[in-house]
């Protein structure tokens, strides 16, 4: 992390079902954060979503194996 991170964000992940299948929504925001902080953390949006990605297509093939 830069030294412009903020220090505290807030996650909050949903599931939710429709037809069989669950969506996964994660929603992560700055808490308590400067204006820089703030700018930073939007900067970095691209390679969060990439990082959850990745997570949940592991999560995914590991659930499809089982």
């Not at 599931?15 to 400067?34: L, M």
């Not at 204006?35 to 969060?48: P, Q, V």
């Not at 297509?57 to 590991?62: A, M, P, Q, S």
């Amino acid at each position: 992390m830069t030294p412009d991170w903020p220090q505290q964000t807030h996650t909050t992940i949903s599931f939710t079902e429709e037809n069989g299948k669950t969506t996964v929504t994660v929603e992560w925001v700055p808490y308590e954060a400067t204006a820089l902080e703030c700018e930073t953390f939007d900067k970095g949006r691209d390679s969060m979503q990439a990082g959850w990605t990745g997570t949940f297509e592991k999560l995914t093939d590991h659930l499809d194996q089982a």
